[in-house]
């Protein structure tokens, strides 16, 4: 199901699952993103073996770039509204990270279209500290960084909370997460707070973390209970489509790459036996589907999309 949002010219992908309502908002839609910034081994063999296995358009080989987007969830329930993972924000100061510099989106705009304003979010999942993760924990107001969500639960694995502030205590300069600790992360820990919990806790009625270590130390998925099943929120559980099909293929980021691949395939595996309804943060659109295990790889089936007459868009900048 796709919901158009005529005042904003876009059209989201949506999850309807009796009273639960699952929306995408990607914070940065279908960039073409160098190959080897993110997977530094693959050749341009790899990648035209790639491309066969991956859903059109994510894998250019001649162009030496995969699709990524950057998906923020919103998860409406009678209970509770709850963002899981914070995007990347406006306004950030990234020079070492060009795409993510000083941007101006129509995120909240998008969540006020929605009918969301930010004071009704009552939880902020952040599955882990990176940059790309936690930026619109935090607005800019004048020169300080204040909570976006000032109402919210803002929710974070206790192992992912300490390990990066220890790395920022341990430098000098305060540039961890490329300035996103200092600008996305301490803002809340000054303020509001962040509520840091065991990697498998329970936020709310239906939803609840799952340990998924390896990309980040503390690093989760979130699983939200409905009437259709289980969805999983996977984090940088797993980067691109492309990793369905080869293992082995491990993004640069992955602090620990080894403990990484094996999150990712005991996942897969489960979602695949489990029929799982997937929320993958960095696929490009469509973003939710189910796996097909074929052999030793997975195939990814995405939901039965009806369409509303409108175009679609991949950009929701
Ligand atoms: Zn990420």
């Known amino acids: 199901m796709r919901r158009h949002l005529p005042g904003l010219g876009i059209e989201l992908e949506r999850l309807e699952a009796g009273p639960v309502v699952v929306t995408c908002i990607p914070d940065m ?35 030496d770039t995969v699709a990524l987007s ?9 209970d509770f509204v709850a963002l899981i993972d914070g995007g990347i924000g406006d306004g950030k100061e990234r020079p070492h990270r060009l795409a993510w510099h000083r941007r101006e989106t129509k995120f909240l705009d998008t969540l006020a279209a929605l009918g969301i304003a930010p004071e009704n979010v009552d939880i902020v999942i952040n599955t882990h500290l990176h940059a790309d993760h936690v930026g619109w924990n935090t607005r800019r107001e004048g020169e300080t960084w204040r909570p976006t969500f000032p109402n919210a639960r803002y929710v974070v694995s206790e192992i992912e909370l300490a390990y990066w502030t220890a790395v920022h205590e341990a430098e ?35 939803l609840s973390l799952r340990p998924a270590p390896g990309h980040s130390p503390g ?12 969805v999983l929120f ?66 990814f089936m995405p939901l039965e999309i009806e369409a509303t007459g409108q175009p679609a868009s991949n950009d929701a900048r």
């Open 234 to 299: 996977l984090a940088d559980a797993i980067h691109h489509p492309l990793q369905l099909g080869d293992d082995g293929i491990v993004c640069n980021f992955c602090e620990d790459p080894a403990m990484a691949r094996t999150t990712r395939l005991a996942l897969l595996n489960e979602a695949a036996a489990g029929n799982t309804i997937l929320a993958p943060y960095h696929f490009p659109a469509p973003v939710f589907g189910r796996l097909k295990a074929e052999a030793a790889t997975f195939r």
């Open 172 to 206: 000098p300069q305060g540039y961890t997460l490329h300035g996103a600790f200092a600008d996305s992360v301490l803002p809340i820990v000054r303020s509001v707070g962040f509520e840091a919990v065991p990697s498998d806790a329970q936020v709310a009625p239906g």
């Open 29 to 63: 839609a279908n960039v073409a993103w160098p190959a080897k910034a993110i997977f530094a081994g693959l050749t341009r063999a790899d990648l035209e073996a790639a491309k066969e296995r991956s859903p059109a358009g994510t894998v250019d080989p001649a162009g």
């Open 70 to 78: 950057f998906n923020c969830y919103v998860v409406e329930t009678p």
């Open 219 to 230: 690093m989760v998925v979130v699983s939200l209970e409905t009437a259709e099943g289980e």
